[in-house]
Structure formats: structure tokens, C-alpha cells
């Protein structure tokens, strides 16, 4: 069992940066996958980013490499997401997920998911 709670969300303008962080409890946060989903109003929830249980793997969605970065902290349970040159279509709630593989967070099949944290990108 892991339980994630996101943090970091706000409003930026155009161009700017955030950095989201995911905190996770228990002490087996090492061996899972983890990953970043977002969700718009009005559209489903899209695959962002993806990093494996030692972080020596990472993985995009193409319509936010070269200006998002996804690490991690095991030693601190906590994931980050790392976002510049943030544009209007970035907007949405970002959700953080733990899986047992990169392959399971990215599909989204896991059952672990935070409550979200709003982004908001103002032109």
C-alpha cells in the first residue's frame, strides 16, 4: 500500500515554470514505478511522465519533452515533476501514481493515484 499526496500546483504565466512534488508514505516507495498524469476539463486523463523504482529510466509524453523533468527522491518518498516553458495547453489537475513498473504507470492501470494539484497557465 502506498498513499500519495501532490503538492506545488499554482497559477504561472505563460512561459514560466512549477515544480510539482509528490509525497509518498510507506516504507517500500523505492520498489515501486512512479509517474504524472493530467487531466483538463473537459478531456480524459493523459500519460505525462514516468520514472522507474531507481530513477536510472524516464519517460515523456511527446507534447511535453525537452520542457518537463521527472526525478526522483527515495531517501525523502517523494517524486517530482519539474516543468518549464509552460504553456496554456499545460492547464489542468496533475496527478501523481505509483505502480510496479513504468509500463503499468504509464497505461495508468495502477491502482494508486493522489488527489491532484491544480496548474494553471495564464497567457
Known amino acids: 500500500q502506498v498513499q500519495l499526496v501532490e503538492s506545488g500546483g499554482g497559477l504561472v504565466q505563460t512561459g514560466g515554470s512549477l515544480r510539482l512534488s509528490c509525497a509518498a508514505s510507506g516504507r517500500t516507495f523505492s520498489s515501486y514505478a512512479m509517474g504524472w498524469f493530467r487531466q483538463a476539463p473537459g478531456k480524459e486523463r493523459e500519460f505525462v511522465a514516468a520514472i522507474s523504482w531507481s530513477g536510472s529510466m524516464t519517460y515523456y509524453a511527446d507534447s511535453v519533452k525537452g520542457r518537463f523533468t521527472i526525478s526522483r527522491d527515495n531517501a525523502k518518498n517523494t517524486v517530482y515533476l519539474q516543468m518549464n516553458s509552460l504553456k496554456s495547453e499545460d492547464t489542468a489537475v496533475y496527478y501523481c501514481?505509483?505502480?510496479?513498473?513504468?509500463?503499468?504507470?504509464?497505461?495508468?492501470?495502477?491502482?494508486?493515484w493522489g488527489q491532484g494539484t491544480q496548474v494553471t497557465v495564464s497567457s
Open positions: 501514481a505509483a505502480g510496479f513498473g513504468t509500463n503499468q504507470v504509464a497505461a495508468g492501470t495502477t491502482g494508486y
